[in-house]
C-alpha cells in the first residue's frame, strides 16, 4: 500500500480527481486530495490560468508542502494533474523520502543540482501537448536522468492535454484507460 498525495490541475479540485483518488483507494491505497484553490473550480483553461495566477506559485506550493507536511514521515508518492503534477514534481525532488512521483499531463522545471537518486517517476502525456512540447519533453527527460530518477514516460498519440478528465473536451476513453492501466501499476510497485 501506498500513501498518496494527489494534487488537482488548474481546473481546481473536480469529480475527475475525486475518481482518480478512487481508483486508487479501490487499489488498496490511501489518498489525500488537497484543495489548492479554497473551493473554487473553473472550466476553462483561460479560468484556470487566472487562478493560479492570482494565488502566484510560491502560495499553491506552500499551500501543497503544509499539505503534505503531516502525511510524509513514511514517504509519500506524489501524483498530479497538469499544474498538480508540476508542484508534485518539486515536492518529490524535494523531499528524501518520497518513494515515488506520478505525473499525470505535466511536468516542472529543474533546478541546478537536483538530486533524485533512483526516484520512480512515471510521466503519461499527450504527443503533441500544447503545454508540454516536445522539446521540453526531451529536455526534461534528459535533465531527470542527469539527477539519477528512474523516469518512464508514456506518449499518447492524438490526444488533448487532459486527456483522462472525463468532463473535458480533451478526454479519450482509450488513452484514459491506457494511462490507468499503467500508472496503476507503477503505484502497486512502489
Given at each position: 500500500?501506498?500513501?498518496?498525495?494527489?494534487?488537482?490541475?488548474?481546473?481546481?479540485?473536480?469529480?475527475?480527481?475525486?475518481?482518480?483518488?478512487?481508483?486508487?483507494r479501490s487499489?488498496?491505497?490511501?489518498?489525500?486530495?488537497?484543495?489548492?484553490?479554497?473551493?473554487?473550480?473553473?472550466?476553462?483553461?483561460?479560468?484556470?490560468?487566472?487562478?493560479?495566477?492570482?494565488?502566484?506559485?510560491?502560495?499553491?506550493?506552500?499551500?501543497?508542502?503544509?499539505?503534505?507536511?503531516?502525511?510524509?514521515?513514511?514517504?509519500?508518492?506524489?501524483?498530479?494533474?497538469?499544474?498538480?503534477?508540476?508542484?508534485?514534481?518539486?515536492?518529490?525532488?524535494?523531499?528524501?523520502?518520497?518513494?515515488?512521483?506520478?505525473?499525470?499531463?505535466?511536468?516542472?522545471?529543474?533546478?541546478d543540482g537536483?538530486?533524485?537518486?533512483?526516484?520512480?517517476?512515471?510521466?503519461?502525456?499527450?504527443?503533441?501537448?500544447?503545454?508540454?512540447?516536445?522539446?521540453?519533453?526531451?529536455?526534461?527527460?534528459?535533465?531527470?536522468?542527469?539527477?539519477?530518477?528512474?523516469?518512464?514516460?508514456?506518449?499518447?498519440?492524438?490526444?488533448?492535454?487532459?486527456?483522462?478528465?472525463?468532463?473535458?473536451?480533451?478526454?479519450?476513453?482509450?488513452?484514459?484507460?491506457s494511462a490507468?492501466?499503467?500508472?496503476?501499476?507503477?503505484?502497486?510497485?512502489?
Amino acid at each position: 500500500m501506498a500513501r498518496i498525495l494527489l494534487l488537482h490541475s488548474m481546473y481546481g479540485l473536480r469529480p475527475a480527481v475525486h475518481q482518480a483518488a478512487d481508483r486508487f483507494r479501490s487499489a488498496g491505497h490511501e489518498v489525500h486530495v488537497p484543495d489548492l484553490y479554497d473551493g473554487r473550480v473553473v472550466g476553462t483553461p483561460e479560468e484556470g490560468i487566472a487562478i493560479k495566477e492570482e494565488i502566484g506559485r510560491e502560495e499553491l506550493l506552500k499551500r501543497a508542502v503544509t499539505a503534505a507536511a503531516p502525511l510524509s514521515p513514511d514517504g509519500l508518492v506524489y501524483a498530479g494533474f497538469s499544474l498538480g503534477a508540476a508542484i508534485a514534481q518539486n515536492l518529490a525532488l524535494a523531499d528524501e523520502r518520497s518513494r515515488g512521483l506520478l505525473l499525470m499531463h505535466g511536468t516542472s522545471d529543474l533546478a541546478d543540482g537536483v538530486s533524485a537518486d533512483d526516484l520512480p517517476v512515471q510521466l503519461h502525456v499527450a504527443d503533441p501537448d500544447t503545454y508540454e512540447p516536445v522539446d521540453w519533453l526531451n529536455a526534461w527527460y534528459i535533465l531527470m536522468r542527469r539527477a539519477r530518477a528512474d523516469v518512464e514516460v508514456f506518449r499518447y498519440p492524438g490526444v488533448g492535454h487532459l486527456f483522462t478528465d472525463p468532463d473535458l473536451p480533451d478526454y479519450n476513453a482509450s488513452a484514459a484507460g491506457s494511462a490507468w492501466a499503467v500508472a496503476l501499476d507503477f503505484v502497486a510497485g512502489l
